[in-house]
């Protein structure tokens, strides 16, 4: 539960940074808080990472549109399967083959 909320609040940071007019938030400081939330995300603990990631797909559902897409795709924007992979060559060869083929 706890980490469904969590989930919704990173989200909507997100969706705040990527969405909001450059009228409004600077681009250069929206990629810099961007690159901030990576950092943070990479640090989190694995078991806590894997829920998080889990959780994306799930409240993804709440929101439509562009937003929808852009929370379904928060663990592949930032590398969080990677992140999670990366004591794995087997899973992260797979990974870097789904990257290819969306290249």
Same mark, same amino acid.
């Given at each position: 539960? @706890?980490?469904? $909320?969590?989930?919704? @609040?990173?989200?909507?940071?997100?969706?705040? #940074? /990527?969405?909001?007019?450059?009228?409004?938030?600077?681009? /250069?400081?929206?990629?810099?808080?961007?690159?901030?939330?990576?950092?943070?995300? /990479?640090?989190? /603990?694995?078991?806590? #990472?894997? $829920?998080?990631?889990?959780?994306?797909?799930? @409240?993804?559902?709440?929101? &439509?549109?562009?937003? $929808?897409?852009?929370?379904?795709? @928060?663990?592949? &924007?930032?590398? #969080?399967?990677?992140?999670?992979?990366?004591?794995?060559?087997?899973?992260?060869?797979?990974?870097?083959?789904?990257?290819?083929?969306?290249?």
């Amino acid at each position: 539960m @706890i980490t469904t $909320q969590i989930a919704r @609040i990173i989200a909507d940071f997100i969706l705040f #940074l /990527d969405l909001t007019d450059d009228e409004i938030l600077d681009p /250069d400081a929206a990629v810099e808080m961007m690159e901030w939330l990576g950092g943070r995300l /990479d640090a989190l /603990d694995k078991g806590f #990472l894997r $829920q998080l990631v889990d959780a994306f797909p799930v @409240i993804a559902e709440e929101y &439509s549109g562009q937003a $929808q897409e852009l929370v379904r795709d @928060i663990a592949y &924007s930032f590398y #969080l399967e990677e992140k999670l992979a990366e004591d794995d060559p087997v899973r992260l060869a797979e990974l870097e083959a789904i990257r290819d083929a969306k290249a």
